[in-house]
Structure formats: structure tokens, C-alpha cells
């Protein structure tokens, strides 16, 4: 089967840094992406992680281990314009399975 | 390249009619897919093509539903006789036929079904 958790809600200051988690269990699975949507937006691409470790990319950075299968994405210097769905997806003998997605809410 | 592009952006409709809904993927890309997505949920799969090819479509959410690719370029979404639960946004996206190619969305369209 496959399955994708991840947290419903999240906040966070303005500044500060906030890990979103998730974990999936799927077939085959090949590689873990991370998404953002804002309100009324397509999904756009952040992160694709296939090996065990962090993938740093800016602000963003994207954790994989395979063995326990979990992934998180780390965003510092959080700023307003974060504030977006975050969506774990993971890559298997199907088409990406997304996640239900992380609301995050960045306050001043 | 504009990337992905959907349409029409919107269609509102009357319970029981068809709608059509087009998607013309980045020149490139010769994997196309069809999501559906709901308010607060994530993007749920409905089917997939390579190239001309259909690959998957038993996650289509039932036979009202079918989509083409007939020259593996531009695909449709068809939904005949509509009901109210099928009110979503539908997400097309397209991506190069390798593993860990991303998927790029385009930006949707919302069907109501009153």
C-alpha cells in the first residue's frame, strides 16, 4: 500500500526556523519531493531527495532516511511569503503520492 | 517555454452535463499526468500517459471519467454526467520520463458542479 503522513497545521515566527515532518510507506519507492503550494496556486517543485541524508538548497533543505522511512523539510529565515501548503510526495512503481499537505502559517 | 498551461481556468456547470478540460504540457515532457485536488486535501492521482500511451488509468474515480493524449502532445480530461461531488480542482503536469524528474503543474481547473 502506500501512505503518506504529515502534519495538518503548522506556525511559526517570522525569522525562525521550522521543521515540517513526514512519513511514508510506499512500493518501489525511489526518491522523496517536497512541494509549496500557495493559496490558489499550482504546486511548485522544491526538493528531491533519493539518498539517506540532507540536501541543502538556500533557506530549504530536504532529510531523507530510507531505512525509517521519513523525510522532513527545513525552512530558516523564515519570511512571510512562506506562509503555503507543503506537500511531501513519494516516487515508487506508481506516479508521485502526494501527501494531504502541512498548512504553515508564518506570524510576525 | 510558458509551461504548463490548463483550460479553461474556471467552468461551472449543471449537474449532469460533460465537460472537457484541456492541457498542453512543456514541449519536452513526454509524461503527462491528471490530478484531481480538494480543498485541504493533497493532489490525488487520476492517470497517467507516456507519450500517446495511457499508462495507468484504473485510478480514474470512475468510468464517467477519461482522458486522451491522442498524438501524445496536448491530452483531455473528460467527466460526463457530473455530480456535485466531482466539484475539484483538476491539476495537469508534465515531466521527462526519468526517475526523480519533477513534476510541473500547471495552474488548474476548478470545476463547479451546481
Known amino acids: 500500500g502506500q501512505n503518506i503522513d504529515q502534519p495538518t497545521e503548522m506556525t511559526a515566527t517570522e525569522g525562525a526556523i521550522v521543521q515540517i515532518n513526514c512519513t511514508y510507506q510506499t512500493s518501489g519507492f525511489n526518491g522523496l519531493f517536497w512541494y509549496q503550494q500557495h493559496a490558489g496556486e499550482a504546486p511548485t517543485f522544491l526538493s528531491y531527495?533519493?539518498?539517506?541524508g540532507l540536501e541543502e538548497k538556500g533557506r530549504f533543505s530536504s532529510f531523507l532516511s530510507r531505512s525509517k522511512g521519513y523525510s522532513y523539510l527545513l525552512l530558516k529565515e523564515l519570511q512571510m511569503k512562506d506562509s503555503a501548503s507543503y506537500l511531501c510526495a513519494a516516487s515508487g512503481n506508481t506516479p508521485l503520492v502526494f501527501g494531504k499537505g502541512t498548512r504553515l502559517s508564518v506570524i510576525a | 517555454d510558458t509551461g504548463v498551461s490548463q483550460d479553461p481556468r474556471h467552468k461551472i456547470t449543471k449537474r449532469g452535463q460533460n465537460v472537457t478540460f484541456r492541457c498542453d504540457p512543456i514541449?519536452?515532457?513526454?509524461?503527462l499526468y491528471w490530478y484531481r485536488q480538494t480543498l485541504g486535501q493533497g493532489p490525488e492521482f487520476l492517470t497517467y500517459f507516456q507519450n500517446e500511451a495511457q499508462l495507468e488509468k484504473s485510478r480514474l474515480l470512475s468510468d464517467r471519467f477519461s482522458a486522451e493524449r491522442p498524438k501524445g502532445s496536448f491530452s483531455t480530461l473528460e467527466i460526463q454526467r457530473t455530480e456535485q461531488g466531482d466539484s475539484a480542482m483538476y491539476l495537469c503536469?508534465?515531466?521527462?520520463?526519468?526517475?526523480?524528474?519533477?513534476?510541473?503543474f500547471g495552474n488548474g481547473t476548478r470545476l463547479t458542479v451546481t
Open positions: 514541449s519536452e515532457h513526454n509524461r
Open positions: 531527495n533519493v539518498l539517506d
Open positions: 503536469a508534465s515531466s521527462l520520463a526519468s526517475t526523480g524528474a519533477p513534476l510541473h
